[in-house]
Structure formats: structure tokens, C-alpha cells
């Protein structure tokens, strides 16, 4: 089981979106599930790509009742972007690549918003955007320690 | 920035990759749009990420039931006199209710109408997960199995709540009225006068497009679902009127009105099967049954 790490993370990343939050601190929750995605596609882009990012969009998508395909693209979208940058990034500090995730995130819920205006049911209000930066914030954490999990798996 | 170019323009796999799956994202995301004939894949997926879902209401759940089980028993003794109360007077309201259905019922075979409106209804509860952000939706703990469907009404002690809109085997999701894609025929009780209220995606506020200057409608005006459309059964209320503005440029009224229930308070909704009474000795419908 060569896969665990990256399965365990995932299957908490969408535990944590899921997880009911009150009202007001809907607008502070990181999006989860695409730190997780971002990490593993820069760790181990061989085998984590655009394909996981499409299927945890579909897995995400169901989840939250939203149009099948919406978060489906966007996923795949990061997952994309992170195989093209993931070279230099790796090479990045910590608070640089927090940049970075800050920008995908920003990404990831531009075409959100995008698709949802496409359709006629969506009214923007700013908050929807705060996620990109507690995510940023997250990510230097989220970094270490996923991080520590990969390497205590190759110690063993 | 030279790099990004060439591999942008160079087709590497990962490009052909995302093409692909973004293009297949496209039809998924039309074909969801327009018709339902994705339900039965979103339901087998909705079976794998089931136990995430339930898994993430533990902790919610944990905690209520700590806090009921610390209750002192004199805020309960005073909880329940008041329920006591109120049953005794809802008892007493019912059995007027009892005797006017009758009334309605006979003078209804009097003018020969056949058709009687029943319902059966089932009490659901709200399953405390987060959907999609900035969403005017709500999880119920009740799915297909309990023979929940794509367009059913859902009320609840005050009113209309919103329809069914997903249905998996244990779940199912429910559009509320405020969302901007949802939609009710009511009439005003006082008068019939018929219109469709629109949710505008701002939490208590329907809107009431299209009345033309002369209608008769005021402030406090009572709307009730018509059943126009026959989505939602006739009579319930659902939003009462609070503000009338004429704007010279625009030859209807902006109408903005309150739902009479609390969308987002709650934990408890009433999912109805509006369903008809056949009437047998109606020659008419025998006819049809016979066919």
C-alpha cells in the first residue's frame, strides 16, 4: 500500500469539507481539498495528476449537490497548472509557494464563480474569495506535515 | 515565462489530458444543466462518499447529545407544560379543522367537483453538512429509499420551504426559495390575484416580478402557493409582502416580500406526496381508470 498517505490525506481533506461549520466561519474554511491536491501533485506529480484532481472534483461536486463537472474542471485545472509549475516550486520557501497556492486557490474559485454565473444562480459577495488566503495561511502547516508523512513512510 | 509558452503551445500528454477532461467536465456539466438524466450516476457516487458525509456529522451530533442529556429537569418540566399547552390548543383548533373538511368535502360533491387533494407526509430532519458555499440549499436525512423525488415539496410548521432537488438512497438536497434558481406560483390570499415569487439569492427576500401597477396588492398581503403548476399543493402559506415600489422607468412593480418561515432555522421539515383521491362513483373517471 504505496498509495496510503496520499488516500488518508484525501480522504480527510473531504472530511474536513464536509464538516459542518457555523454560518460566519464558512468564509475562513481553506479549500481543503485543493491544498491536499496541490501538495501531492508536487510530491509525487508521477502518479498523482490531473486525472486524481478530476475524480476528487467529481467526488466534491456530489458532496456539495453542485452541477456534476463544475469542481471536476476546476481540480483538473489546478492539477494541470501544478504539473506544469511544480519543478520550480518545489524548489520555492515556504512563503513563496504560499503565494503560489494563494493564486490557485484564487484560480480554482474564479471558475467556481465562473460556472455558477454561466448558469444564472450566483451573486458574488467578497467573502466567497477570503478561502484563498486562510488557505495560504494553512499551507506552510499543511506542507510539513504531509511532508513528514511521506518521509516517515520511506524510513520504514 | 519563455518556457511556460512553449509548453503551453508544444501539446505534451498533460495537455491533451486536461483538454480532454475539461471538455468532458463541459458535457457533464451541460447535460446536468439541462436534464436529469444524471441522477442515477450522482446517486451510485453519492454511495461512496456516503460515509464521509455521516462520518463528518458525528462530531455535531456528539455534542447535542451531551447538552440534552445535561438538561436540568426543571427546564424540561417547563418545556413540556408549554408543549402541553399548546398541544391542547391545537387539538381544540384541529377539531374545528376536523368539522370544516367535512363541510368542504360535501359541498365540493355538491357541485359535482370529484377530486379531493390528500397528503401524506413524512418528517425529515436536516442533516448538518456543508454544501456548496453561498448556496441556498439543505441536506435531509431522508433519500429515494423512503420514496423521496426530484421536485417534491418540502414545508414546514409555517410554510413552504423549497423543493427537492437531488435524491440518493439516504439523502437528498433541497433548494430553498430564497435561491436564485428556484421559483413558486402563489396567489394573494385575500384576493387570487396570481404572480410567481423568485428567490434572489439574499436570505429572506422573495421577489415578485412582473405585477403591473393596477394590481391589487398591498403591504402585509398573505402570499399562499396557488398550485399552479402543480408542483406545490394549494394553501400554503408562503411569504407575506413588505415592500411595494414603483419605479417611473419601469412599467411593473418591484415587489419584495418575507418568507413566512425561517429558511435557515429549524431542524425538522415535512417532505409532502400531494396525491389524488379517486373518487369511484365518478362515472367519468371510471371511464378512465377502465381504459
Given amino acids: 500500500m504505496n498509495n496510503l498517505p496520499v488516500m488518508v490525506s484525501f480522504l480527510l481533506a473531504l472530511l474536513l469539507t464536509s464538516l459542518p461549520i457555523p454560518e460566519t466561519a464558512v468564509m475562513f474554511r481553506p479549500e481543503w481539498l485543493v491544498l491536499v491536491l496541490i501538495y501531492w501533485c508536487m510530491a509525487t506529480p508521477e502518479r498523482i495528476g490531473i486525472f486524481t484532481g478530476w475524480l476528487m472534483g467529481l467526488l466534491l461536486d456530489v458532496m456539495y449537490g453542485s452541477m456534476l463537472g463544475q469542481n471536476a474542471m476546476s481540480l483538473s485545472v489546478i492539477a494541470y497548472l501544478v504539473g506544469i509549475l511544480h519543478l520550480r516550486v518545489r524548489m520555492f520557501p515556504l512563503w513563496q509557494q504560499s503565494v503560489m497556492v494563494f493564486v490557485l486557490v484564487l484560480v480554482h474559485l474564479g471558475i467556481n464563480a465562473w460556472i455558477r454565473g ?25 506542507f510539513i506535515l504531509l511532508r513528514d508523512l511521506g518521509r516517515q513512510r520511506i524510513k520504514r | 515565462m519563455r518556457e511556460l509558452i512553449r509548453r503551453l503551445g508544444g501539446v505534451t500528454p498533460a495537455t491533451v489530458r486536461i483538454l480532454v477532461l475539461v471538455a468532458l467536465s ?118 429515494s429509499r423512503d420514496d423521496v423525488y426530484v421536485g417534491q415539496p418540502v414545508i414546514n410548521g409555517d410554510g413552504v420551504v423549497g423543493q427537492v432537488v437531488h435524491t440518493s438512497q439516504f439523502q437528498s438536497t433541497v433548494t430553498l426559495l430564497t435561491d436564485p434558481g428556484s421559483a413558486i406560483p402563489v396567489m394573494v390570499m385575500r384576493n387570487g390575484l396570481r404572480g410567481v415569487l423568485f428567490g434572489t439569492g439574499v436570505r429572506n427576500k422573495l421577489a415578485m416580478p412582473y405585477m403591473t401597477a393596477d394590481a391589487d396588492i398591498r403591504i402585509g398581503d398573505l402570499l399562499i402557493s396557488s398550485g399552479m403548476g402543480g408542483r406545490f399543493p394549494t394553501g400554503y402559506p408562503v411569504a407575506t409582502v413588505t ?49
Fill in chain 1, 118 to 142: 454561466i448558469t444564472g444562480q450566483f451573486t458574488i459577495v467578497w467573502t466567497y474569495w477570503t478561502p484563498a488566503l486562510t488557505s495560504a495561511l494553512v499551507w506552510p502547516f499543511l
Fill in chain 2, 26 to 143: 463541459i458535457a457533464l456539466m451541460l447535460i446536468d444543466h439541462r436534464t436529469q438524466q444524471l441522477e442515477k450516476f450522482r446517486n451510485i457516487v453519492q454511495t461512496v462518499v456516503y460515509p464521509i458525509m455521516y462520518i463528518s456529522t458525528m462530531p455535531r451530533e456528539m455534542v447535542r447529545g451531551f447538552t440534552e442529556s445535561i438538561e436540568t429537569s426543571s427546564n424540561l418540566q417547563t418545556v413540556n407544560e408549554s408543549l402541553r399547552q399548546e398541544n391542547l390548543l391545537l387539538h381544540s383548533r384541529l377539531e374545528k379543522l376536523h368539522s370544516l373538511e367535512a363541510d368542504n368535502l360535501r359541498l365540493k360533491h355538491l357541485l359535482g367537483q370529484s377530486e379531493q387533494i390528500a397528503e401524506q407526509v413524512l418528517l425529515a430532519e436536516l442533516v448538518e453538512v456543508s454544501l456548496e458555499p453561498y448556496t441556498q440549499q439543505i441536506s435531509l436525512n431522508k433519500g
Fill in chain 2, 243 to 291: 415592500e411595494i415600489r414603483q419605479d417611473p422607468s419601469d412599467e411593473f412593480l418591484t415587489i419584495n416580500t418575507l418568507p413566512v418561515t425561517q429558511l435557515d432555522h429549524g431542524r425538522e421539515v415535512l417532505l409532502i406526496w400531494p396525491e389524488t383521491i379517486k373518487d369511484q362513483n365518478n362515472p367519468l373517471q371510471q371511464e378512465f381508470i377502465d381504459e
